[in-house]
């Protein structure tokens, strides 16, 4: 069973710079799964950041970027703010497959 | 831009069917290129359930195949999920959302089904 695997929390200062990764099972992730990744605040539906890897949405904040390092996918945030404190996902497509998402990493501005 | 909006019933006896709906609206769902797709969230975290294009083809998730419909209403600009069967794994907030070839762009707002007697 593949699974896509998340850091299960991450503690950053306010504008500081903090890496999210997104690891899959079966090997070393790259643009053909187009990772995407999602931002989740309490009580709220998530909402997408990235797409394909490295692409943003017109509403993502410039503090965010995508790409890949080290054979995972990741999110980076620069310059941190209290409002980026929350839940992020991860969404890997497997070709023909299932689509999977990661467990998840809670991000705590502190 | 493009919103999402759940409906359904927000409670479900076991063994019986779980049906929601998702009503589009700011964009037609007969816009080709589109995915229109239902997601779950429980505690064990969020789970792809399948989706429709809207020429009426559909994928459904292997696991939950056997207990999943998924439909499409154009003239309403709507599009349908039936989960079969349920018990209380089932429970869960259902997303609707659209995606696409390398992605998702809009989320509805999510709504609770609590499976329960």
């Known amino acids: 069973q593949t699974v896509v695997t998340q850091e299960p929390s991450l503690t950053v200062s306010p504008g500081g710079t903090v890496t999210l990764t997104c690891a899959s099972s079966t090997g070393a992730v790259t643009s053909g799964y187009y990772p995407n990744w999602f931002q989740q605040k309490p009580g709220q539906a998530p909402r997408t950041l990235i797409y394909n890897t490295s692409n943003k949405h017109s509403w993502t904040p410039a503090r965010f970027s995508g790409s890949l390092l080290g054979g995972k996918a990741a999110l980076t945030l620069s310059g941190v703010q209290p409002e980026d404190e929350a839940e992020y996902y991860c969404?890997?497509?497997?070709?023909?497959?299932?689509?999977?998402f990661g467990g998840g990493t809670k991000l705590t501005v502190l | 831009q493009v919103q999402l909006q759940e409906s359904g019933p927000g409670l479900v006896k076991p063994s019986q069917t779980l049906s929601l709906t998702c009503t589009v609206s700011g964009g037609s769902i007969s816009t080709g290129g589109y995915y229109w797709t239902w997601i779950r969230q429980h505690p064990k975290g969020l789970e792809w359930i399948g989706y429709i294009?809207?020429?009426?083809?559909?994928y459904y998730n292997p696991s939950l195949k056997s207990r999943v419909t998924i439909s499409i209403d154009t003239s309403k600009n709507q599009f349908s999920l039936k989960l079969r069967s349920v018990t209380a794994a089932d429970t869960a907030v259902y997303y609707c959302?659209?995606?696409?070839?390398?992605?998702?762009?809009?989320w509805g707002q999510g709504t609770r089904v609590m499976v329960s007697s």
């Open positions: 294009y809207y020429s009426g083809s559909t």
């Open positions: 959302v659209r995606a696409y070839g390398s992605g998702i762009d809009f």
């Open positions: 969404l890997l497509y497997y070709g023909g497959a299932q689509p999977l």
